[in-house]
């Protein structure tokens, strides 16, 4: 089947900066969108950015100017590079990715990953 693991967070000071990764693996043939979403405790999760096949990208509010998505296809690989990070920053981080496999698209999540940053 499929996988995503991410790799890359972790605690850094305020005005610092962290980068994400989201590697698929599998019966791949295609993906689709990609994206990366955060969720805090008790609270739903938040779109952060998403990169189409072609290379469009949509930020959140609060992130535009300080994140940037960017993604390679023979690597199936995503990133997410994080600068100026604030404390309300702080929170697990999501990567998805809508993908082809065999004949049926589908939607795969990664295992999360904790980002913290201290005031």
């Known amino acids: 089947q499929v996988q995503l693991v991410e790799s890359g967070g972790g605690l850094v000071q305020a005005g610092g900066s962290l980068s994400l990764s989201c590697a698929a693996s599998g019966s791949i043939f295609s993906i689709n969108d990609m994206g990366w979403y955060r969720q805090a405790p008790g609270k739903q999760r938040e779109l952060v950015a998403t990169?189409?096949?072609?290379?469009?990208?949509i930020y959140a509010d609060s992130v535009k100017g300080r994140f940037t998505i960017s993604r390679n296809n023979a690597k199936n690989t995503m990133y997410l590079q994080m600068n100026s990070l604030k404390p309300e920053d702080t929170t697990v981080y999501y990567c998805?990715?809508?993908?082809?496999?065999?004949?049926?698209?589908?939607?795969?999540w990664g295992q999360g990953t904790q980002v913290t940053v201290s005031s």
């Open positions: 998805y990715m809508r993908i082809l496999v065999g004949i049926k698209w589908g939607d795969y």
């Open positions: 990169i189409s096949n072609g290379g469009t990208s």
